[in-house]
């Protein structure tokens, strides 16, 4: 069973900057897609970046030019950087995997942006 587990979250102030961190418990480059998901209170869940193993990467038009999904294979590690945060983008911050026909999703993260 893979486990994935965010990291990062946190009371940032609008413009401020946050990466959360998701460590997985199996090796990354297995997976054909990991992502970064968001579900704000009272909304469903909703894409925020993709990552393809052959590295495309896919970003919800309201993150674009500000959020970067990356990983590192060495460290069985998937990272979102976040800057320019605004309060709309608060929110708990999930983590997900895909392989073999099966996906993975972590516990998630708070990131609360407000002044």
């Known amino acids: 069973q893979v486990q994935l587990v965010e990291s990062g979250g946190g009371l940032v102030q609008p413009g401020g900057s946050l990466r959360l961190t998701c460590a997985a418990s199996?090796?990354?480059?297995?997976?054909?897609?990991t992502g970064w998901y968001r579900q704000a209170p009272g909304k469903q869940r909703e894409l925020v970046a993709t990552?393809?193993?052959?590295?495309?990467?896919t970003y919800a038009d309201s993150v674009k030019g500000r959020f970067t999904i990356s990983r590192d294979n060495a460290k069985n590690a998937v990272y979102l950087q976040m800057n320019s945060l605004k309060p709309e983008d608060t929110a708990v911050y999930y983590c997900?995997?895909?392989?073999?026909?099966?996906?993975?999703w972590g516990q998630g993260t708070q990131v609360t942006v407000s002044s």
């Open positions: 990552l393809t193993s052959g590295s495309t990467t």
């Open positions: 997900h995997a895909a392989r073999g026909g099966s996906n993975y």
């Open positions: 199996a090796s990354i480059y297995r997976f054909y897609i």
